[in-house]
């Protein structure tokens, strides 16, 4: 019988404690209640046999006794796995033998704690297994929870992107310059064919332009079009993406990067709603919806002169910001399942629970991009149908082991504790730079090797140097 499950794609976690002492049993309650967790605690062994051939286990994670009056732990673990509950076990047991360990891990428990344990090795260990539940329910599961779109940038369940959804839904309707601000790889483009494909456009053309990538000696010709003969190469007349994109949508991507020259010529097409082609006489109106993207700070760049103040409001109606990986690691699981889904063939594998500690340890300076690259690599090095920790990329596994521990905020009782969100954001900067640091060290001040021993690519990790002021001639 294959049990259902309703806990599938929801928020708190919910726990399953059997235990027959209870004083145990009362203290792992407090503790992880405290901690925002739904539980539930059994003396009985035999009632969650009873539930479990009824079909019914809505646990994320199940702390299960060894030693329990009724049955024996080791047979309600069996009928976890029998009844194909998708709950992550966690054994608990006062024997510290290795014997005893390694029975329940071949048993198919997600972990084995022995008594007495510390409450931090208790609560990190069920947050693990909840990941684990959750990434195995994604890929089991008949319908995906976020749709079919195998590029779909609504998928996740974290506070920074049911805001990205909700505003998705008030914005696609509304004929309104959208600024989207994110880092590399975080998918600000998918966002912008979604913003394309909700609204009353989706029939018209969505064209997408890259203004970091084009040489500025071109980029007036791939706006604007050029006519026939109006420089050398011109063999043709090209209409320019504006025109391409008439009653549609445009995607300008980096527009940050965008040579403050050609800013003014473009600002000009975004008010008059016309375009004149390079060598051309005349102008031709277009209706256009603009979408820009950028990875770096807009404000900033006006204040340095390096962006027209009058281009950025006009671009600047409404900003919706993307939040980078690390910032919701909370969906690593069913991202990790989706592109297990999109890249693993008709029988997808799984991961690993030390897999996915790994990837959960991880920093994604790459963000979304990143993983997927990364697990694309980890499917194709994996034997058979589980990815080892040994099939993810050494950057990856390096990050989540053995690695210098990211700096953390001074508990110095005279000092002012930061906000959390504030301190993480100060510790994982603080990270990244030491990261970088590190790689350029070890490529001795080459950024093609550095950015290959880090899983980037040549154009983002350059851009993170930038970002952190790091010149790699220091380390030649």
């Known amino acids: 019988m294959t049990v259902v499950d309703p806990a599938a794609g929801t928020g ?49 994670v199940v702390v299960l006794d060894v030693g329990l009056p009724d049955i024996s732990g080791m047979d309600l673990l069996h009928r976890f796995r029998e009844t194909g509950a998708l709950s992550s076990v966690i054994m608990l047991s006062g024997d510290d033998s290795a014997a005893t360990a390694a029975v329940s891990m ?7 704690l022995t008594k007495p344990f510390r409450p931090v090795e208790l609560i990190t260990t069920v ?5 684990f539940s959750r990434l195995r329910r994604q890929l089991v599961s008949t319908h995906h929870m976020f749709g079919d779109s195998s590029d779909s940038i609504m ?31 975080t998918g600000k483009e998918l966002v912008a064919r979604e913003l394309h494909e909700r609204g009353g456009r989706r029939d018209k053309p969505f064209v997408a332009l890259n203004c970091g990538s084009i040489p500025e000696s071109l980029i007036d010709s791939e ?92 671009l600047n109606v409404v900003v919706l910001a993307i ?26 594998p799984t991961l690993s629970p030390d897999a996915l500690e790994a990837i959960s340890a991880y920093n994604w300076p790459g963000n979304v991009r990143e993983l997927e690259n990364a697990l694309m690599h980890s499917i194709a090095l994996r034997q058979g149908d589980v990815i080892g920790r040994e099939s993810l990329p050494q950057h990856v596994i390096g990050r989540a082991r053995g690695s210098s521990p990211i700096p953390l ?12 969100t504030e301190a993480k954001r100060l510790a994982s900067t603080a990270f990244e730079r030491a990261y970088l640091q590190r790689v350029m060290q070890r490529a001795h001040g080459s950024v093609s090797e550095a950015a290959r021993l880090s899983g980037l690519d040549r154009t983002n990790f350059r851009r993170l140097l930038q970002r952190h002021g790091i010149d790699p001639q220091e380390f030649k």
């Open 106 to 112: 071949r048993a198919g428990a997600f972990h084995y």
């Open 323 to 348: 939040p980078p990986l690390r910032e919701r690691l909370d969906d690593l699981p069913v991202l990790a399942a989706h592109f297990l889904r999109k890249h693993g063939g008709s029988t997808p």
């Open 223 to 314: 706006l604007f079009g050029h006519a026939k003969g109006s420089f050398t190469g011109a063999t043709t007349d090209r209409p320019g993406v504006f025109v391409e994109a008439h009653g549609g949508t445009l995607f300008l991507d980096e527009i940050g990067d965008m040579p403050i020259a050609v800013q003014a010529r473009l600002l000009r097409v975004l008010q008059e709603s016309e375009v004149r082609p390079v060598g051309g006489s005349g102008v031709r109106a277009v209706d256009v919806r603009v979408i820009a993207a950028t990875h770096v700070n807009l404000e900033t760049a006006v204040e340095r002169e390096k962006f027209r103040k009058d281009l950025f409001y006009r």
């Open 127 to 131: 947050h693990s297994a909840a990941r």
């Open 12 to 60: 708190s976690v919910k726990l399953l404690v059997v235990e027959d002492d209870v004083e145990v049993a009362k203290a792992i309650n407090r503790r992880m209640s405290a901690e925002g967790m739904e539980v539930e605690t059994s003396i009985e062994g035999a009632a969650i046999v009873a539930k479990l051939d009824a079909g019914y286990s809505p646990w994320d």
């Open 409 to 420: 905020p001074s508990l110095d009782d005279k000092e002012e504790m930061k906000p959390l």
């Open 155 to 185: 998928i996740g369940t974290s506070a920074g992107m049911r805001r990205v959804r909700a505003s998705l839904a008030r914005l696609a309707d509304q004929n309104v310059s959208v600024l989207i601000q994110g880092e590399s790889g």
